[in-house]
């Protein structure tokens, strides 16, 4: 639904009070090998995720510009990913 309406979405935040510089967020896949995050603002969201594919959940506020330390989920991706090369490494 967020992906389909983010136009919509965007343009009622903004029409309500939501300064355009707003940060927001599109997470596809959360929690999954194949999360996909995009960051933006209320101004540049919707074409910077034009292409994505439902579904999706749009984060809207401060909450958006602390995406990198709470990474919890790519950060830990990454380490399981260099623990099967580094074991596969190790086998050779």
Same mark, same amino acid.
């Given at each position: 639904?967020?992906?389909?309406?983010?136009?919509? *979405? &965007? #343009? /009622?935040?903004?029409?309500?009070?939501?300064? @355009?510089?707003?940060?927001?967020?599109?997470?596809?896949?959360?929690?999954?090998?194949?999360?996909?995050?995009?960051?933006?603002?209320?101004?540049? *969201? &919707? #074409? /910077?995720?034009?292409?994505?594919?439902?579904? @999706?959940?749009?984060?809207?506020?401060?909450?958006?510009?602390?995406?990198?330390?709470?990474?919890?989920?790519?950060?830990?991706?990454?380490?399981?990913?260099?623990?099967?090369?580094?074991?596969?490494?190790?086998?050779?």
């Amino acid at each position: 639904m967020g992906v389909e309406h983010m136009p919509e *979405i &965007v #343009e /009622k935040l903004i029409a309500c009070g939501r300064e @355009a510089e707003t940060p927001a967020a599109l997470i596809r896949e959360g929690t999954t090998q194949n999360q996909l995050v995009i960051t933006g603002t209320l101004t540049d *969201i &919707v #074409e /910077k995720t034009r292409d994505m594919c439902p579904p @999706a959940v749009l984060i809207v506020g401060e909450v958006v510009r602390f995406h990198e330390q709470l990474d919890w989920f790519a950060q830990r991706a990454q380490a399981l990913s260099f623990k099967s090369v580094q074991s596969e490494l190790v086998s050779l």
